[in-house]
């Protein structure tokens, strides 16, 4: 008989500091800069990268004091996660708080830390550092938020 996956039988807040931490997937979608329009709400994605995103890796090179370092940085908790609209729904977060299951190239299932860029859901090479930018708003992008394709099986 084998065992269900932790993400199966544990809602977010059940689960252990080191189970939390594996769902991240590494696609550095949440580290990018968004703009979110005063009067409607909408929020638009962009390619700009927090300075602290390994654009190699999409990982924080900084992880442990992120918050210091960035102000408006999100720490992730199961209470908030529900209310961010503009975490990706490939988010394993997301998933598994509105209770579907991981995606084949989530590095959980695949067993691969490259698979989430090999299946290009990571922002690898898409993104560029908020150092290199001067006017962010010249740097909305929609591919972000098309969720065309990115849930289907090469």
Not at 67 to 76: A, H, M
Not at 98 to 124: C, F, M, T, Y
Not at 130 to 148: A, F, G, Y
Request: glycine share 4%.
């Amino acid at each position: 008989m084998t065992k269900r996956p932790f993400w199966k039988e544990k809602t977010l807040p059940d689960m252990s500091d080191q189970e939390w931490e594996s769902l991240c997937d590494g696609c550095g979608r949440c580290c990018l800069h968004k703009i979110e329009d005063i009067d409607s709400g909408d929020i638009a994605l962009t390619n700009v990268s927090c300075r602290y995103l390994d654009r190699g890796t999409c990982r924080c090179t900084d992880y442990a004091n992120r918050q210091k370092n960035v102000l408006d940085c999100i720490r992730l908790t199961p209470d908030i996660v529900p209310q961010l609209n503009w975490l990706p729904e490939t988010c394993a977060y997301k998933l598994i708080a509105d209770k579907k299951d991981l995606q084949w190239w989530h590095p959980l299932i695949s067993g691969n830390e490259k698979s989430v860029h090999d299946a290009g859901i990571s922002v690898r090479r898409k993104v560029i550092s908020e150092d290199d930018v001067d006017d962010i708003e010249d740097h909305v992008q929609h591919w972000l938020s098309d969720k065309k394709g990115l849930f289907d099986k090469p």
